[in-house]
């Protein structure tokens, strides 16, 4: 996602205020070096470092985005020398797991979609049973 480019809304009222200004009088001086030529030139030099600053930001987004496309590869690669060196050695092998990998005979065996142990934290079943003789009792497990 491209960041945002900065605008200025007190570059746009400078420029409307210089514009009014100069229709008074193109070479208006107020004293104290408030001058028209003087407020035109801190204009431009805004202008420029706002401009400047959102080439910046394009120059970021570009080397971020190329950033990003060399990370993808680098994942991409690392995953295919893990591959190769199981393919070459075995996938039980030491160099294996020594290359990062977890050998066969170290890998958790379990069900899959269940868990071995109960979990603490998961509410166990409870379910309301109506007896012969219209009582209720529940049962948990």
Request: hydrophobic fraction near 35%; proline fraction near 4%; avoid cysteine.
């Amino acid at each position: 996602m491209a960041r945002r480019k900065r605008t200025s809304v007190v570059l746009e009222k400078a420029v409307r205020r210089a514009a009014s200004i100069n229709s008074i009088d193109p070479r208006l001086d107020l004293g104290n070096g408030l001058t028209l030529p003087a407020f035109s030139t801190l204009i431009e030099k805004m202008r420029s470092q706002e401009n400047a600053y959102n080439s910046a930001l394009s120059s970021l987004d570009k080397l971020y985005q190329e950033m990003l496309e060399t990370e993808s590869e680098l994942g991409d690669m690392t995953e295919y020398m893990l591959m190769a060196v199981g393919t070459r050695y075995g996938k039980n092998s030491v160099e294996y797991g020594m290359a990062g990998g977890v050998p066969k005979s170290q890998r958790r065996k379990g069900l899959r979609g269940q868990s071995q142990t109960p979990n603490a934290e998961q509410p166990s079943f409870v379910a309301s049973l109506e007896g012969k003789n219209g009582k209720k009792t529940v049962a948990t497990s």
